[in-house]
T-cell receptor, first 110, second 113 residues
Framework: GQQVMQIPQYQHVQEGEDFTTYCNSS?????IQWYKQRPGGHPVFLIQ?????EVKKQKRLTFQFGEAKKNSSLHITATQTTDVGTYFC??????????FGAGTTVTVRA | DSGVTQTPKHLITATGQRVTLRCSPR?????VYWYQQSLDQGLQFLIQ???????AKGNILERFSAQQFPDLHSELNLSSLELGDSALYFC????????????FGPGTRLTVL
């Protein structure tokens, strides 16, 4: 079945530095979504990518969808303490099944 | 506040028991999703309903079942509970079955002793 792998599992970042989390699917995706879950909270939708090669930006966050629609990345620049949390990618296959990656848990050193 | 409500917030029960978790989607959302999140684990998709009908099924155990009612609220039934079923169970809703953002509820924390 469809699997979505996400790396790294943990990311310890110095405040002000950049980092990237990657998401890879074993099958072609119809779309991919990114969510953020703060500690003790619930996942909150960040963005959705649909087109091959699509790039979207939200302030310091840059999201990319691969040309083959099997991978995606989230790049955060100038990390801030507010970026703490777990970032999940979620891919939808062509048969509507949704798979979440295991998430990247981000901690920030001030 | 996402607009999705889940009850109860916490549930403590014993092995072998049966529980029901309830979810009310955002007003206007027709699709409901159920997820299981174990400690330090990602989100495991269990099942999706759209306008009362099952739309997609993930890694849902046979001991678990769900349904969506005509008023669009949904219930997740967990039976013959085991210690390993202890987890946070999230419900999410969206306007249409796929391709739109999901709004997550605050979750129900289930503890099986």
């Amino acid at each position: 079945g469809q699997q979505v792998m996400q790396i790294p599992q943990y990311q310890h970042v110095q405040e002000g530095e950049d980092f990237t989390t990657y998401c890879n699917s074993s099958t072609t995706l119809s779309n991919i979504q990114w969510y953020k879950q703060r500690p003790g909270g619930h996942p909150v939708f960040l963005i959705q990518l649909v087109k091959s090669g699509e790039v979207k930006k939200q302030k310091r966050l840059t999201f990319q969808f691969g040309e083959a629609k099997k991978n995606s990345s989230l790049h955060i620049t100038a990390t801030q303490t507010t970026d703490v949390g777990t970032y999940f990618c979620a891919g939808t296959s062509n048969d509507y099944k949704l798979s979440f990656g295991a998430g990247t848990t981000v901690t920030v050193r001030a | 506040d996402s607009g999705v409500t889940q009850t109860p917030k916490h549930l403590i029960t014993a092995t072998g028991q049966r529980v029901t978790l309830r979810c009310s989607p955002r007003s206007g959302d027709l699709s409901v999703y159920w997820y299981q999140q174990s400690l330090d684990q990602g989100l495991q998709f269990l099942i999706q309903y759209y306008n009362g009908e099952e739309r997609a099924k993930g890694n849902i155990l046979e001991r678990f079942s769900a349904q969506q009612f005509p008023d669009l609220h949904s219930e997740l039934n967990l039976s013959s509970l085991e210690l390993g079923d202890s987890a946070l169970y999230f419900c999410a809703s969206s306007v249409v079955p796929q391709g739109y953002e999901q709004f997550f509820g605050p979750g129900t924390r289930l503890t099986v002793l």
